[in-house]
C-alpha cells in the first residue's frame, strides 16, 4: 500500500530564506507525486507534479521539486519564500497498484516571519 | 478558482440528520472525486464517479453515498451523521481517469452538533 510522510507538521521561515518541506512516499511500483497547496478557506491547488521524465520538476508560483527514487523523496523548495506563501502543502502519491487513488501526506503548516 | 463549484459552503445540523452536499465539475470533465478532511484523518479519498458510473472507492462509510447525474454534476449524501463525520468534504474533478490532474473545489465545510 502506498504512504506518504511528510516530514514537521509546522515549518517557520523568515521572508526571503530558502523553503524546504520534506516529503517521503512508500511505493512498490512507479509512482505518480504531487505538491498540492492550501491556503485558508480554501481548496487545494496543483503546485507540481511528477509523473515520468525529468525527475527536476518546476511548478507554479517559483517551487520546485526534485524526485529521487534511491531516497523515495520528493521534497518541495523554493529559493525565496514570500509572505504569500503562507499555506498549508500537501504531498500525495498514486500508482498503478492504487489505480491511481490520491494518497495524501498529514500537511505541513508553512509559516513566513517578516 | 478551479472551474469547480460546491454548495453549500458550510453546514450545521444536528446528530442523527441527513445532509446533501453538492457539486459541478469543471467544464468538460467527465470525472468526480469527493474527499474528506479532518483534524485526525487527514484528507482521505472517498470516492470517484466517472460519466454517471462509480469507477473507484476509497474510506467511504456505508452511511455515505454518491451519485453523479447526466449533467455530470455529482452529490454526496450522509446519513445518521455523528459529531465524528464533522469535516470538511472536497469535490475534485478531472478529464477521466485517476492518472489527471485533479482540480479542487473550495469544500464544505460540514459542523455536526
Known amino acids: 500500500a502506498q504512504s506518504v510522510t511528510q516530514l514537521g507538521s509546522h515549518v517557520s521561515v523568515s521572508e526571503g530564506a530558502l523553503v524546504l518541506l520534506r516529503c517521503n512516499y512508500s511505493?512498490?511500483?512507479?509512482?505518480?507525486l504531487f505538491w498540492y497547496v492550501q491556503y485558508p478557506n480554501q481548496g487545494l491547488q496543483l503546485l507540481l507534479k511528477y509523473t515520468t521524465g525529468a525527475t527536476l520538476v518546476k511548478g507554479i508560483n517559483g517551487f520546485e521539486a526534485e524526485f529521487k527514487k534511491s531516497e523515495t523523496s520528493f521534497h518541495l523548495t523554493k529559493p525565496s519564500a514570500h509572505m504569500s506563501d503562507a499555506a498549508e502543502y500537501f504531498c500525495a502519491v498514486s500508482d498503478q497498484g492504487s489505480n491511481y487513488k490520491l494518497t495524501f501526506g498529514k500537511g505541513t503548516l508553512l509559516t513566513v516571519n517578516p | 478558482d478551479s472551474g469547480v463549484t460546491q454548495t453549500p459552503k458550510h453546514l450545521i445540523t444536528a446528530t442523527g440528520q441527513r445532509v446533501t452536499l453538492r457539486c459541478s465539475p469543471r467544464?468538460?470533465?467527465?470525472?468526480v472525486y469527493w474527499y474528506q478532511q479532518s483534524l485526525d484523518q487527514g484528507l482521505q479519498f472517498l470516492i470517484q464517479?466517472?460519466?454517471?458510473?462509480?469507477?473507484a472507492k476509497g474510506n467511504i462509510l456505508e452511511r455515505f453515498s454518491a451519485q453523479q447525474f447526466p449533467d455530470l454534476h455529482s452529490e454526496l449524501n450522509l446519513s445518521s451523521l455523528e459529531l465524528g463525520d464533522s469535516a470538511l468534504y472536497f469535490c475534485?474533478?478531472?478529464?477521466?481517469?485517476?492518472?489527471?490532474?485533479?482540480?479542487f473545489g473550495p469544500g464544505t465545510r460540514l459542523l455536526v452538533l
Open positions: 467544464s468538460g470533465d467527465l470525472s
Open positions: 511505493s512498490s511500483v512507479p509512482p505518480y
Open positions: 475534485a474533478s478531472s478529464r477521466r481517469s485517476l492518472k489527471e490532474t485533479q482540480y
Open positions: 464517479y466517472y460519466n454517471g458510473e462509480e469507477r
